[in-house]
């Protein structure tokens, strides 16, 4: 059940790729060094793998518990949330004026892979936390920021977001919380939340509820949102904890995965109103959730990844590990599985999805990077764009290889796999939340398809196409033969990917349904070409550092191999992609609903 | 969590697409008349739907339990099994000699789907007594079978297929238990076998154990097993049940599904020895056994969509009920979620899909039936190759469909998908053992590689594949826009899989390694273009009947509709899969094993 984070991919990744000198160059980010990062990965491997990846499974068999109100996180949890607090890991990426460590985005990505390979229910408090963190550095006011950020980055405190309402999934129009204004600057909030991840633990002193609700007199929709800070106790003015909030726990979710994460229904202002402060200016909830939610997705794209990680690195151990059956090429006796062509085909298919989904992630963090420190603004605004792109890309292509990725990882060990002790299926059970939470697939691949696809008439996905051309150059000039077989692949995606960003903006006006029909698998295509050009990109850099004579040269050989294998066996699917979206809308719309 | 049978659509493929008046112009199957097909699937439905579907979440929730060497099922199963036995439903397909309806696999067919769909733990019990009394049937003594096969076929006992051993998974090679004769025709079995399904529990008063074991002077390796009947309780003379037989149950397993059904450890021997009668000839076990398999193989794909249809059915009705977001085309409020077009492309490809798999099913059951009773032995074998070749594909690809399709139905229930009491996540659960039991997705592949298309040089591939061009002529002549969508779709997946068929038998030898890299690739690209071929002619039959005004409207047109969409969406992945299995083979086995 151990997990070793893959630090060497990472750094490769990294350096190399994602272009950490040049992020270490912009105003903020000196101490990004290329040894302090390496220490940093190191030592958070060293916490992740040792202090969190044992926590996962018996956090699973023993999940957290509801009792009178009050929510028992599994055996462990609270101990090693200590450690991390104190540590520091909660801080990687946030200001050092509140005693965050201030390291690009791009440092701190790694981490939350590695946090999430060891568990994602643990994962996803500091997930969460982080996400309130954002919302309020962009609109709390100075008192809210001294009164909360500290204690959210130490680790003292954690957050969370309340949006979901039973009445409203997805929709968030249909909130319906109310906040009632006592006239002394403070509100009283009323209202029921659900799928409220870690809402309730005992892993923190105190928990900051971030939560949407309606003025009395706000416009209807999601015009009339507001943000409030509900926390579980009250903070007297010198910063202690005062009298205990309006906001309790009725119940947690019995659900398929990240069982050790308490998923809690919260109850405000039953007993005469949750004492609430507006964050920001009232209407403009919605904005701000966005700041959370933005940085959540890229974080639940992580735990994509992480997991796929984790469920990778268990199938090889297991299919080195268990002899069954001669060697097809002729062999005394049995041998150990890993030698069996399919079983080498789903480690593979694992292996160069995670890559892939991991190489983009890094970069996207590198550009993130850009559009917040680059000294230029135009230069920012250009990143901010192409970063807004990628999210919901990272965050819909990483969950959804997660769910394939997961699913191989348990067929690989065979009937064991099945068997919950094995270890496998919790993988696959936890990654099934990931398509789901912070947005499903749908509504990240609504985002990529409206605002950032149609809005721009194509212009950022055009860019990157141009890119990506050049990429294909390298390979065509490098012309060994698994340059070329990357290159007719990418070549082939690339040129999917442009006929689809086409058809989506000349038909999102005239024909939104069948556009919106196509969606998901638009984001799909999106992943694979944007991951299988990152992958190419790793074997060109792999290439040239091999024909250099620098570096470990199995790594690079495995780095072009596996590059490869994804140009042929994920990128290939491109065609029949563009093929589905472009001509396949007329059928997705055609029965009534009575055909159903 | 109600299950209605699609008996409309079942009814339809039977007559239009199977050719049951064909199979009922057979020499013994003349009882099986429009009439009374109609009449036993209608019974059937309302059995599965009224008495089986509702056990099946309660028995995920309070799964079958072990005590002191006992087994009891979940609530209600000991009953409903009585009712299923004394209706006759174990009999469906077996002779009237022994208490059996003598019905041809083309009816038994949609009533295993029908038991599977409402509870796949309920009916594992069936679908391994249908293995044990086939094995009998083929090679059992006129002993043997006078004293099990009533008792089967009634259900007042049980059957149970005794492989797997710790150290052996799906390498029979390696089996080690033994059997001792002990001079009259009996012999001692000793030996641990795992995984074994139904293998001990409450249901019936008996349980007939097939055993494979080996004798002391057996070959090694495959060659030297031999099949024995160790039935749990000794059977006198007179048929009465004697002493306890020394075969206990030590366990049962924790799973990640299917937990109503017990998966149990059986010691055999521990206390002197397990009685037991030898099956046929010594050291042809696995031939016997492979007849138990191939008939539980195709049974599994059946289960793979009864569980699609049901997660399907599941999905259709949350998204018809659950009301959220405004309508992308413009209304007032929030509509029913099957109004977006992402729901609705998700609840046409689970469709789509199961559709195609159930239709290719039920055409492999009629040729099965050709291939049994057809009087002339030209025709049998020509149909004994065909249906061969279509096992492992209905085994493999309905199977793969069903992780799929239920994954999709999580997805289409959002986040309440994710919490076990709605339902929807038992089926993804349920769903991932049926690519491993009963030889893995790859063990299928790896049949129809070697046996199903390099021994005979591809000429069943082939002959399916004039078939399909037929097809094609067809639709073209039909000329409608949906009927030249399909027709382009098939035509290119009929060409994909003719190259597929073509490099299989040219690199067998040469490259059995990069062959069988590709092996589950065939195995899913065939899967796709015999359901899509289906589907292309169930939309020629629809249009054939609207056209002569026959036939239910709104049915027919659906019916194009939905082989139009698996056209689009399915089978359009077929050229990406040929390009992964022809080009992508050297990716596959590149690394060497150190650097995984």
Not at 319 to 329: G, P, T, W
């Amino acid at each position: 059940m151990s997990y070793v984070a893959p630090v060497k991919d990472m750094l490769f990744l990294i350096n190399e790729l994602a272009g950490l000198a040049e992020v270490n160059a912009l105003p903020g980010c000196e101490d990004a060094t290329a040894e302090t990062v390496e220490a940093v990965l190191e030592e958070n491997a060293k916490f992740a793998g040792e202090v969190v990846a044992p926590l996962n499974f018996p956090g699973d068999q023993a999940p957290s518990y509801w009792k009178d109100g009050e929510v028992f996180t599994s055996k462990g949890f609270k101990e090693a949330f200590k450690m991390f607090g104190e540590a520091g890991w909660q801080g990687v990426q946030h200001p050092q004026e509140f005693g965050g460590q201030g390291l690009p985005k791009l440092v701190a990505t790694p981490c939350i892979e590695m946090l999430n390979a060891a568990s994602i229910s643990f994962a996803l408090c500091p997930l969460l936390t982080d996400g309130a963190i954002e919302a309020l550095l962009t609109a709390g006011s100075d008192e809210q920021k001294a009164i909360y950020l500290e204690n959210l980055i130490s680790g003292k405190w954690t957050g969370t977001m309340n949006l979901t309402e039973p009445q409203a999934g997805s929709d968030l129009a249909m909130v319906r919380s109310r906040a009632v204004p006592q006239g002394d600057g403070t509100y009283k909030v009323f209202g029921t939340k659900i799928f409220i991840t870690y809402g309730e633990h005992d892993m923190a002193e105190n928990i900051v509820h971030l939560v949407l609700a309606r003025t009395p007199d706000a416009p209807e929709g999601v015009k009339g949102i507001s943000l409030f800070i509900v926390p579980k106790f009250l903070v007297n003015a010198d910063g202690t904890l005062g009298a205990r909030n309006d906001a309790h726990c009725v119940s947690i979710e019995h659900k398929l995965g990240i069982k050790a994460s308490p998923t809690a229904v919260l109850q405000f202002g039953d007993n005469g109103g949750a004492l609430g402060t507006l964050v920001g200016e009232e209407n403009r909830g919605l904005e701000y959730m966005f700041i959370m939610m933005n940085a959540a997705r890229f974080g639940v794209g992580m735990q994509g990844i992480g997991v796929a990680e984790r469920a990778y690195q268990k199938a090889v151990q297991y299919a080195k590990d268990r002899v069954q059956s001669r060697d097809l090429a002729g062999s005394a006796g049995p041998v150990a599985i890993i030698n069996h062509p399919d079983v080498r085909r789903m480690l593979m298919s694992m292996r160069a999805q995670t890559e892939g989904a991991r190489a983009l992630a890094y970069v996207a963090a590198g550009i993130s990077d850009f559009a917040h420190h680059h000294a230029d603004a135009a230069v920012r605004k250009a990143n901010q764009a192409k970063y807004e792109y990628l999210v919901p890309i990272v965050k819909g292509w990483s969950t959804e290889m997660s769910l394939d990725v997961t699913s191989t990882g348990v067929q690989v060990h065979g009937g064991m796999g099945f068997i919950e002790e094995t270890g496998a299926a919790q993988h696959y059970r936890d990654a099934k939340i990931l398509t789901i939470y912070e947005g499903t697939t749908a509504i990240q691949a609504n985002d990529l398809v409206g605002r950032k696809t149609s809005r721009d008439g194509g212009a950022t996905a055009k860019a990157f196409i141009a890119d990506m051309r050049a990429t294909e150059a390298q390979l065509a000039a490098i012309g060994s033969v698994d340059a070329l077989a990357i290159q007719r692949q990418l070549t082939a995606g690339t040129a999917a990917l442009e006929d689809v960003v086409d058809y989506v903006v000349t038909n999102f006006k005239q024909d939104i349904k069948g556009v919106f029909a196509g969606s998901v698998l638009y984001l799909k295509l999106a992943g694979i070409v944007f991951g299988g050009w990152q992958m190419a990109r790793t074997a060109i850099i792999a290439q040239q550092k091999l024909d250099a004579g620098e570096g470990d040269a199995a790594f690079l050989k495995a780095k072009i191999a596996t590059a490869r294998y994804f140009a042929d066996h994920i990128l290939s699917a491109a065609q029949g992609l563009r093929s589905a979206i472009v001509d396949g809308s007329a059928g997705v719309m055609a029965l009534s609903e009575d055909q159903f």
